[in-house]
């Protein structure tokens, strides 16, 4: 995956907090988007820290 894809994600959760829909409007498929938010959240954080 992707740098760019990680930081698209991590930018669509900052929107309303909601890793599912985060990965969709990322570009993960529906099917994939819940395991793949959910396999995710520490990145959320880490890549969150890094921006500040």
């Known amino acids: 995956m992707s740098h ?15 890793t ?3 990965a969709i409007r990322a570009g993960y498929s529906e099917k994939t ?10 990145l959320i954080c880490v890549m969150n820290y890094n921006k500040n």
């Not at 760019?4 to 909601?18: A, G, M, T």
């Open 20 to 22: 599912a829909q985060a």
């Open 4 to 18: 760019l894809k990680k930081q698209k994600f991590v930018d669509e959760y900052l929107i309303d907090v909601n």
């Open 33 to 42: 988007a819940n395991v793949y938010s959910a396999n995710n959240k520490k």
